[in-house]
């Protein structure tokens, strides 16, 4: 019987906290999908699995497979003619029939067209399928979920759909006992709170009416510091206390996994509408993209979405917006590159090695540290989270920091570019992402192949770039 066992596995990264602890699951032959938000472990545990990270604890015993092959989430990387080599990579790695075959986000820059067969490749496949995703449609093919989640894995032998109806209903029963100890939590740290103010106003008033008439000035003196001290190891103690309350409240809620709304009052530059009048774009050859040129006009507040498959110049044509493209174009841009902003999954224009206190401070987001500190700390940037590499952060992260930054930043904006942004990223981070489009007073285009983040924009055209392009 082919099998692959994790028992009682637990893993970290040098120097940072355990990502999995004491993990005991068994894997056989179908569609495993991995799940669960940003940062949580999903390929960590997947490269448990097939043996390249070594355990502190635990082992990973391999029964009947003999090899694997691994199509890491890196290669989305690649941008232009990423969607082509990914699907290069794919083909070939079923068409080996493979035993084993670990995948990680593999609809990064795979068009419509090119999921379907994903989707389909995987019900066909005989042998064992690992894959971390966060597309739904792609996910139904698997009969085995399982979701990482501080620090632990949970099975879900059932359907993705069912899945996540199941994981719906547990996280909102989490939720209401979480709220029941905040509520508890709360009490106890006011109650601390009381009591060290009665505490002090006690202290205070015994060494006011204290009779120390016939008392010697020396002993006078040791009773003085003999309350000073005891005052002391009260307020330490309390402060010790509240510190280690205060934590376990912050431990609470991110149990809980609450969504936070986060409401933007965007600066937008102007009225006037974002558009290209018979626009073709010539490649490195000189040869036109399109077979007729491409025209739109976006409104502030409109919402067009640019479809078209892999290839068929969405990227380009953003560039070409920007002002960054090196390839000739003709026709007419009615667009001001400066107050365009780029939104895409590789989060192009970010230094890797920046932190959000560097971006922000460069951004003006702020006028001094403390400042800057304060605003990241509310949006979920607390403590030395804010010296953190923009390369360390979790997709979520990363997406949280760039909505920060635009969202927060005095530069007014005309138009937001929105090119497959929400690949890789959780449900709480694509509510968010959305959330921060359709709060955008300005225009905005979206380049995208996943339809269910689509319906929660409220699109109002659509361009379609292929040999022909339409707006519908």
């Given at each position: 019987m082919q099998a692959i066992q994790l028992a009682e596995l637990s893993f970290s990264y040098?120097?940072?906290?355990?990502?999995?602890?004491?993990?005991?699951l068994t894997v056989n032959t179908g569609v495993v999908?991995?799940?669960?938000?940003n940062g949580a472990g999903k390929t960590t545990l997947m490269r448990l699995m097939m043996r390249d990270l070594t355990p502190q604890r635990g082992r990973v015993i391999w029964r009947g497979f003999t090899h694997c092959r691994f199509l890491p989430q890196s290669l989305a990387a690649v941008k232009r003619s990423s969607g082509e080599e990914k699907m290069r990579r794919l083909t070939e790695l079923f068409r080996e029939n493979t035993s084993a075959l670990f995948i990680d986000e593999p609809e990064t820059h795979l068009d419509t067209a090119n999921?379907?067969?994903?989707?389909?490749?995987?019900?066909?496949?005989?042998?064992l399928v690992v894959i971390a995703s966060h597309d739904a449609a792609l996910l139904d093919a698997a009969t085995l979920i399982l979701h990482t989640e501080m620090r632990g894995v949970t099975s879900y032998r059932m359907s993705y759909a069912q899945y996540r109806a199941a994981y719906g209903s547990?996280?909102?029963?989490?939720?209401?006992?979480?709220?029941?100890a905040e509520h508890e939590l709360r009490k106890s740290l006011k109650a601390q709170q009381l009591q060290l103010e009665r505490q002090v106003r006690r202290s205070n008033n015994a060494?006011?009416?204290?009779?120390?008439?016939?008392?010697?000035?020396?002993?006078r003196g040791i009773m003085k510091r003999d309350a000073e001290a005891t005052l002391g190891k009260i307020i330490s103690r309390n402060r010790w206390q509240s510190a280690a309350d205060t934590a376990e409240l912050h431990a609470l809620r991110e149990a809980k996994g609450k969504h936070v709304a986060y409401r933007?009052?965007?600066p937008v530059a102007g009225s006037a509408p974002l558009g290209v009048h018979a626009l073709q774009i010539f490649d490195a050859s000189d040869c036109p993209l399109w077979r007729r040129a491409v025209s739109f006009s976006v409104k502030p507040g409109e919402k067009l979405h640019i479809a078209g498959a892999n290839g068929a110049g969405k990227s380009m044509l953003f560039k070409t917006l920007l002002g960054t493209s090196a390839l000739r174009h003709s026709g007419e841009l009615h667009a001001k590159p400066g107050e365009i902003r780029l939104i895409d999954s590789s989060h192009t224009g970010i230094d890797c090695a920046a932190t959000p206190l560097s971006l922000a401070l460069a951004e003006k987001i702020a006028a001094h540290e403390g400042e800057a500190r304060r605003l990241l700390g509310a949006f979920g940037f607390p403590g030395d989270a804010v010296f953190r590499?923009?390369?360390?952060?979790?997709?979520?992260?990363?997406?949280?920091?760039?909505i920060f930054l635009i969202g927060k930043s005095p530069r007014p904006v005309s138009a937001l570019l929105s090119d497959e942004a929400e690949t890789g990223l959780d449900t709480e981070a694509r509510r968010l992402y959305a959330a921060f489009l359709n709060d955008f007073a300005g225009a905005t285009l979206v380049a995208s192949h996943d339809d269910e983040f689509m319906r929660s924009l409220?699109?109002?055209?659509?361009?379609?770039?292929d040999t022909n392009p339409v707006i519908e």
């Amino acid at each position: 019987m082919q099998a692959i066992q994790l028992a009682e596995l637990s893993f970290s990264y040098p120097g940072s906290e355990m990502i999995l602890e004491d993990i005991n699951l068994t894997v056989n032959t179908g569609v495993v999908a991995l799940a669960g938000s940003n940062g949580a472990g999903k390929t960590t545990l997947m490269r448990l699995m097939m043996r390249d990270l070594t355990p502190q604890r635990g082992r990973v015993i391999w029964r009947g497979f003999t090899h694997c092959r691994f199509l890491p989430q890196s290669l989305a990387a690649v941008k232009r003619s990423s969607g082509e080599e990914k699907m290069r990579r794919l083909t070939e790695l079923f068409r080996e029939n493979t035993s084993a075959l670990f995948i990680d986000e593999p609809e990064t820059h795979l068009d419509t067209a090119n999921r379907a067969w994903l989707s389909d490749a995987l019900r066909r496949h005989r042998g064992l399928v690992v894959i971390a995703s966060h597309d739904a449609a792609l996910l139904d093919a698997a009969t085995l979920i399982l979701h990482t989640e501080m620090r632990g894995v949970t099975s879900y032998r059932m359907s993705y759909a069912q899945y996540r109806a199941a994981y719906g209903s547990a996280r909102e029963k989490r939720a209401l006992r979480v709220d029941r100890a905040e509520h508890e939590l709360r009490k106890s740290l006011k109650a601390q709170q009381l009591q060290l103010e009665r505490q002090v106003r006690r202290s205070n008033n015994a060494a006011a009416k204290a009779p120390f008439a016939g008392i010697p000035r020396v002993a006078r003196g040791i009773m003085k510091r003999d309350a000073e001290a005891t005052l002391g190891k009260i307020i330490s103690r309390n402060r010790w206390q509240s510190a280690a309350d205060t934590a376990e409240l912050h431990a609470l809620r991110e149990a809980k996994g609450k969504h936070v709304a986060y409401r933007f009052e965007i600066p937008v530059a102007g009225s006037a509408p974002l558009g290209v009048h018979a626009l073709q774009i010539f490649d490195a050859s000189d040869c036109p993209l399109w077979r007729r040129a491409v025209s739109f006009s976006v409104k502030p507040g409109e919402k067009l979405h640019i479809a078209g498959a892999n290839g068929a110049g969405k990227s380009m044509l953003f560039k070409t917006l920007l002002g960054t493209s090196a390839l000739r174009h003709s026709g007419e841009l009615h667009a001001k590159p400066g107050e365009i902003r780029l939104i895409d999954s590789s989060h192009t224009g970010i230094d890797c090695a920046a932190t959000p206190l560097s971006l922000a401070l460069a951004e003006k987001i702020a006028a001094h540290e403390g400042e800057a500190r304060r605003l990241l700390g509310a949006f979920g940037f607390p403590g030395d989270a804010v010296f953190r590499p923009f390369s360390s952060l979790s997709a979520g992260e990363k997406m949280r920091l760039r909505i920060f930054l635009i969202g927060k930043s005095p530069r007014p904006v005309s138009a937001l570019l929105s090119d497959e942004a929400e690949t890789g990223l959780d449900t709480e981070a694509r509510r968010l992402y959305a959330a921060f489009l359709n709060d955008f007073a300005g225009a905005t285009l979206v380049a995208s192949h996943d339809d269910e983040f689509m319906r929660s924009l409220g699109i109002t055209g659509r361009v379609v770039l292929d040999t022909n392009p339409v707006i519908e």
